[in-house]
């Protein structure tokens, strides 16, 4: 499995979209990818938040989110989506809200490697 968190959003959109793009390119060579969302992007669970996000070159968050979501997991953690006042009924439809325990249990298994950006 391969656990990549990313910290950034559209405060700093290169490494944004290198953590998405990592995750999605990794589901699409058949690997078990789960995406956490932390900080700042903790807003692109929400619906739309994705659409807003620009990077001349890159491809659109919205369809790596989607390629990430049809074969892996993405987790909103629970205390980012707090202190933004996010809450779970809110999240896109697949996206689980889970917190540092959860975390903990994936990067720990025998075989992950995680990546944070």
């Not at 290198?18 to 058949?30: C, L, M």
């Not at 629970?78 to 697949?94: E, L, N, P, S, Y």
């Not at 689980?96 to 990067?107: D, I, S």
């Amino acid at each position: 499995m391969l656990v990549v968190k990313t910290t950034a959003g559209a405060d700093a959109p290169e490494r944004c979209s290198q953590a998405f793009t990592v995750a999605a390119t990794a589901a699409a060579s058949g690997i078990d990818v789960s995406l956490w969302l932390t900080g700042e992007s903790a807003w692109f669970a929400l619906p739309g938040r994705a659409t807003e996000f620009e990077l001349p070159h890159s491809t659109p968050l919205p369809e790596l989110l989607e390629a990430i979501l049809a074969t892996g997991s993405v987790t909103l953690c629970t205390q980012c989506a707090v202190r933004r006042g996010i809450d779970a009924a809110d999240v896109i439809a697949g996206i689980r809200v889970a917190g540092a325990a959860v975390f903990v249990e994936e990067v720990t298994a025998v075989g992950a490697q995680a990546l944070v950006y």
